[in-house]
């Protein structure tokens, strides 16, 4: 038995996938109230109500344990070794300003503190050679001086690393016999790419968050060590596979967009089971929103970033906004409404919970306007009050002169621009034309919300997901294992670098066939696919190209580069980096047949209409077991035989 399982700031969410004695395939969800404290408790509870808890399991895991570590600074005391003269690399980053016109900024922090910058010998160079000596002295001194900080963690970041790991790796050794216990990371494990910020910002981000993932999964494991002979534990990667629970500590900083990579998953899979490769996600829950375009394959990045950090590591391709069902509406100094990104949370929530909220949100709004079922119980037993609702949204209508329903209805109208923004920074900023995808809502929020911004996009086609509400949970369930593996290479179109580039990447390969092997897995499945990062002579950012040989790989970057920028160059074009993703294909099953409605009372006899096949119009109401959806005027609704919800513009 398989079980998904995604770690929210507000629910956990299961969904598990059982093959009958006939051969079939069942799916069943279920959501729990998350324990934040200890976010292994929620878990372990979950398993046991569903009644698993004594099956042999396959759980895959999404959490936010290290993003929430990063975002609050509550990760371990970290110590960054890098070359003499360079302890400040950290601290001066890009001298990038987020605030361009603010003459009053102040900066935040630097993530590593001035004394726990260390500096050693052991710099090579850019070709390769030795220009400073890593010495048995620079040893002993550096072991002695982390002693005396009290370190639980070190990131080991010395300039070129990439092209000679041997001094890196001698720090490690030393490291790990005087320092029995601490958490060690270096670059060129972590990240062997050039750019020393970047890489040196990955290496810390992974030292950093090391021991917090380390001592949540060895929590978990623990609580799952009844489970029965040929269980395991697989976490998700935020490039969208999956690792095992043993490795994932080791590679903290890849887990930052682990829930979210869930939910693309789950969307390339309902993309192979519609026959639709063309796709827009949009992920709507409580406090934010996740866009992101697939063109066949799931996009991957290695320029992201999580709040204020830049994440060079490979992740999943989206964008990400503070507008969601919890997002607070208020009024700004100029006398504007305004929406967001403050969100009321999980706690106290929108004012409707009853839960002590005072400040109306995007839910408030949408029950207020009809879209929410007024006083039926939803996921989690929680029913709201739209009494509640309508006294704070009021407050609000009096200050800037509007009706209830009228400022309702400003509250969604201000957070739908802003989502449609942001599919468009994913879209036509990039040279797509949104109509010509379909539009994949889901997450709590997002079929509420979905018409409205199909409309704005001119997207006349969309689909609510079965399981819309837990989606991210079937997408762990569903996704791959395997991982990404790169290195820099910087060759010039004059050069000719096939053979070096197919010889990196043979290498990839057979450290990727290691790596695996090491861990019981049968080699002889492993699946790749192979890419080059590139860019004109001179330029620096890169695109991502897939490797079918340097001719048809040079042809397809100046294709991608005119569509994204509109324009190619005569100039030569370079490969940096060489990129390798390998993995062995996830559980593979069609969706079940849904012959049910998922929710009570009056409302859910619009679903079961559309169960039986008939195609409904709106304006009207569709909710289901942890999510609603919001058919609007002029917009008809169907079901497929899985429990998809097809949207169509009908003029």
């Given at each position: 038995?398989?079980?998904?399982?995604d770690?929210?700031?507000t629910?956990?969410?299961?969904l598990?996938?059982?093959?009958?004695?006939?051969g079939?395939v069942e799916?069943?969800?279920?959501?729990?109230?998350s324990?934040p404290r200890?976010?292994?408790?929620?878990?372990?509870?979950?398993l046991?109500?569903?009644?698993?808890?004594g099956e042999v399991l396959?759980?895959?895991h999404?959490?936010?344990?290290?993003?929430?570590a990063?975002?609050?600074?509550?990760?371990a005391r970290?110590a960054f070794?890098?070359?003499?003269?360079?302890?400040?690399?950290l601290?001066?980053?890009?001298?990038t300003?987020p605030?361009?016109?603010?003459?009053e900024?102040?900066?935040s922090p630097?993530?590593?503190a001035?004394?726990?910058c260390?500096?050693?010998?052991?710099?090579?160079?850019?070709?390769?050679?030795?220009?400073?000596?890593?010495?048995?002295e620079?040893?002993?001194?550096l072991?002695?001086?982390?002693?005396?900080?009290?370190a639980?963690?070190v990131?080991?970041?010395?300039l070129f690393?990439?092209?000679d790991?041997?001094?890196?790796?001698?720090?490690?050794?030393?490291?790990?016999?005087?320092?029995?216990g601490?958490f060690?990371?270096r670059?060129s494990?972590?990240l062997?790419e050039?750019?020393?910020y970047e890489?040196?910002m990955?290496?810390?981000?992974?030292?950093?968050?090391?021991?917090v993932?380390s001592?949540?999964?060895?929590r978990?494991?623990?609580?799952l060590?009844?489970?029965p002979a040929?269980s395991?534990?697989?976490?998700?990667q935020?490039s969208?596979?999956t690792?095992?629970?043993?490795?994932?500590?080791?590679s903290?900083?890849n887990?930052?967009?682990?829930?979210?990579?869930?939910?693309?998953a789950a969307?390339e899979?309902l993309?192979?089971?519609?026959g639709r490769?063309?796709?827009?996600?949009f992920?709507?829950g409580?406090t934010?929103?996740?866009v992101?375009l697939?063109d066949?394959?799931?996009?991957?990045t290695s320029?992201?970033?999580?709040?204020?950090?830049?994440?060079?590591?490979?992740?999943?391709d989206?964008?990400?906004?503070?507008a969601?069902?919890?997002?607070?509406?208020y009024?700004?100094?100029?006398?504007?409404l305004?929406?967001?990104?403050?969100?009321?949370?999980?706690?106290?929530?929108p004012?409707?919970y009853?839960k002590g909220?005072?400040?109306?949100t995007v839910?408030?709004?949408?029950?207020?306007l009809?879209?929410l079922?007024?006083?039926?119980?939803?996921?989690?037993?929680?029913?709201?009050d739209?009494?509640?609702?309508?006294?704070?949204v009021a407050?609000?209508a009096?200050?800037?002169g509007?009706d209830?329903?009228?400022?309702?209805?400003?509250?969604?109208?201000i957070a739908n621009?802003?989502?449609?923004?942001?599919?468009?920074?994913?879209?036509?900023?990039?040279?797509?034309d949104?109509a010509e995808?379909l539009?994949?809502?889901?997450g709590?929020?997002?079929?509420l919300?979905?018409c409205?911004?199909?409309d704005?996009?001119g997207?006349?086609r969309?689909v609510v997901p079965v399981?819309?509400?837990v989606l991210s949970?079937l997408?762990?369930?569903?996704?791959d294992?395997g991982?990404?593996f790169?290195?820099?290479l910087?060759r010039?179109?004059?050069?000719?670098?096939?053979?070096?580039i197919?010889?990196?990447?043979?290498?990839l390969?057979?450290?990727a066939?290691a790596?695996?092997?090491?861990e019981g897995?049968d080699i002889?499945n492993?699946?790749?696919?192979?890419?080059v990062?590139?860019r004109?002579?001179?330029?620096?950012?890169?695109?991502n190209?897939?490797w079918t040989?340097w001719?048809?790989?040079l042809?397809r970057?100046?294709?991608?580069?005119?569509r994204?920028?509109?324009y190619a160059?005569e100039?030569?074009?370079?490969?940096?980096n060489?990129?390798?993703?390998?993995w062995?294909?996830?559980?593979?099953?069609?969706?079940?047949?849904?012959?049910e409605?998922?929710?009570?009372?009056?409302e859910s006899?619009i679903?079961?209409?559309?169960l039986?096949g008939?195609t409904?119009?709106?304006p009207v109401?569709?909710?289901?077991?942890?999510?609603t959806?919001?058919?609007?005027e002029?917009?008809?609704?169907?079901?497929d035989?899985?429990?998809?919800?097809?949207l169509?513009?009908v003029d």
């Amino acid at each position: 038995m398989r079980i998904g399982v995604d770690v929210g700031g507000t629910f956990t969410d299961f969904l598990c996938v059982r093959s009958t004695a006939a051969g079939e395939v069942e799916l069943s969800v279920y959501k729990i109230p998350s324990t934040p404290r200890a976010p292994e408790l929620a878990v372990l509870e979950g398993l046991e109500a569903m009644g698993v808890a004594g099956e042999v399991l396959q759980i895959v895991h999404g959490s936010t344990v290290a993003t929430n570590a990063l975002l609050q600074r509550k990760g371990a005391r970290t110590a960054f070794v890098t070359n003499r003269g360079f302890g400040d690399m950290l601290t001066l980053a890009r001298q990038t300003r987020p605030h361009l016109y603010a003459l009053e900024f102040e900066p935040s922090p630097p993530p590593v503190a001035e004394e726990l910058c260390l500096e050693t010998g052991g710099r090579v160079g850019a070709d390769g050679e030795t220009l400073d000596s890593l010495t048995a002295e620079d040893l002993t001194a550096l072991t002695e001086r982390l002693r005396e900080l009290n370190a639980e963690s070190v990131a080991i970041n010395l300039l070129f690393s990439f092209l000679d790991p041997r001094h890196e790796e001698a720090i490690e050794r030393a490291l790990r016999e005087a320092m029995p216990g601490v958490f060690i990371s270096r670059s060129s494990r972590v990240l062997p790419e050039y750019k020393e910020y970047e890489r040196g910002m990955a290496t810390w981000l992974n030292a950093f968050l090391g021991p917090v993932v380390s001592g949540y999964l060895r929590r978990l494991q623990a609580g799952l060590d009844h489970l029965p002979a040929g269980s395991s534990l697989q976490v998700m990667q935020s490039s969208g596979e999956t690792i095992s629970a043993g490795k994932a500590a080791d590679s903290a900083v890849n887990l930052l967009l682990s829930g979210p990579a869930g939910g693309l998953a789950a969307v390339e899979y309902l993309g192979r089971q519609i026959g639709r490769s063309k796709l827009i996600s949009f992920d709507m829950g409580g406090t934010s929103t996740d866009v992101a375009l697939l063109d066949g394959p799931i996009g991957i990045t290695s320029e992201g970033s999580l709040g204020e950090f830049p994440v060079s590591v490979p992740m999943v391709d989206m964008h990400t906004i503070g507008a969601g069902g919890g997002s607070i509406a208020y009024v700004d100094s100029g006398g504007m409404l305004q929406v967001g990104p403050e969100s009321a949370g999980a706690d106290p929530g929108p004012v409707c919970y009853g839960k002590g909220g005072t400040r109306p949100t995007v839910t408030d709004a949408n029950l207020l306007l009809g879209r929410l079922p007024a006083g039926s119980p939803l996921a989690g037993g929680l029913e709201l009050d739209i009494e509640l609702a309508r006294k704070a949204v009021a407050e609000l209508a009096d200050t800037i002169g509007l009706d209830v329903e009228a400022t309702a209805q400003g509250i969604v109208s201000i957070a739908n621009e802003h989502m449609v923004e942001a599919i468009r920074r994913i879209s036509v900023n990039r040279g797509f034309d949104p109509a010509e995808f379909l539009l994949v809502s889901f997450g709590g929020a997002g079929g509420l919300h979905v018409c409205a911004l199909a409309d704005a996009l001119g997207i006349r086609r969309a689909v609510v997901p079965v399981f819309a509400g837990v989606l991210s949970a079937l997408g762990m369930a569903v996704a791959d294992q395997g991982r990404q593996f790169s290195r820099t290479l910087q060759r010039t179109e004059e050069d000719d670098p096939t053979r070096q580039i197919e010889r990196e990447l043979d290498q990839l390969s057979r450290r990727a066939e290691a790596e695996f092997a090491d861990e019981g897995l049968d080699i002889a499945n492993l699946q790749t696919r192979f890419s080059v990062d590139m860019r004109y002579t001179g330029q620096s950012y890169t695109l991502n190209v897939p490797w079918t040989g340097w001719g048809a790989t040079l042809e397809r970057f100046h294709e991608l580069h005119r569509r994204r920028y509109g324009y190619a160059l005569e100039t030569p074009a370079e490969a940096v980096n060489v990129r390798l993703r390998a993995w062995f294909s996830g559980q593979a099953f069609d969706l079940p047949p849904q012959n049910e409605a998922s929710a009570d009372g009056p409302e859910s006899e619009i679903r079961r209409r559309l169960l039986e096949g008939e195609t409904v119009t709106g304006p009207v109401t569709a909710p289901e077991y942890a999510s609603t959806t919001w058919i609007a005027e002029s917009w008809q609704a169907r079901f497929d035989d899985f429990g998809n919800l097809f949207l169509e513009r009908v003029d």
